[in-house]
């Protein structure tokens, strides 16, 4: 059975080098996932990948069905889920086309579903989310992305998951500096707690696109984005097949 799914973000619709074996619409009790699980072999591993943002790259960060995405992968014996998020860099360690692997999370969004433990005949249930990341799958992806070619990576960090899909203001940026966050996106939560919520070991590949807003007294250039988000899945694409490549099967 297929252990380990990548929910692919902005930039990456589609896994390089995944030999596609089928795909399958999972229905949920939250509704449709983004679109359907794609099944498929990387060197000679099974691997389930998820485009957060549809096939298409339609769905903004907010509209994100991210409780049908997290229990369909669950549903189909995923344990293992890396999720890669193009991000801003905050703090100076965090340039643009860095790979981040962070190691803690603060929540800014508002307004998004965002536990399976939302009262009913269940119930109520509260997790330890003191760790955000599972730490067997954050050193696998250090690892790869310290085997991978010409890719810098950062080995820690805090990621500041924002509402979107607006970008942030430069008073938003310094009061998420001062709270100690060092890369912003608008993904992050609550993929990340929803996959504890049912037991699945979970951790983020970021890739830095653009320096966060005011950052050297600067706004966001969003002309830059996509040539930056181009370059920056091409380096995430390779950690991934190094990751995949050099896990044993109690990830695969």
Known sequence: MT?????????????????????????TPFGAPSCPLVYGE???KPVVFLARHGSRHRIPPHRVNYCANIWALHSVGIEHIIAVAAV????EDCQVGKIVIPDQIIDYTSGRANTFFDGGDEPVEHIDFSYPYGEVLRSALLAGAKSAEDVQVVEQGVYGA????????AAE?????NDGCTIVGMTGMPEAS????????????AVVINAAAGIDGKAVNT???????SAGM???SRVLNAVVANTDASIS
């Open 234 to 236: 091409d380096s995430a």
């Open 173 to 177: 940026i310094r009061r998420m500096a």
């Open 42 to 44: 990387l060197h000679g």
């Open 88 to 91: 801003g860099g905050i703090h």
């Open 162 to 169: 924002t509402q979107g899909p607006r970008l942030e203001t």
């Open 223 to 229: 002309a830059e984005l996509p040539a930056a988000i």
């Open 194 to 205: 929803l996959a504890a919520e049912l037991g699945v070991s979970y951790a983020c590949l």
């Open 3 to 27: 252990k380990l799914a990548i929910i692919g973000g902005t930039g990456l619709a589609q896994m390089q080098g995944l030999t596609v074996t089928r795909r399958e619409m999972v229905k």
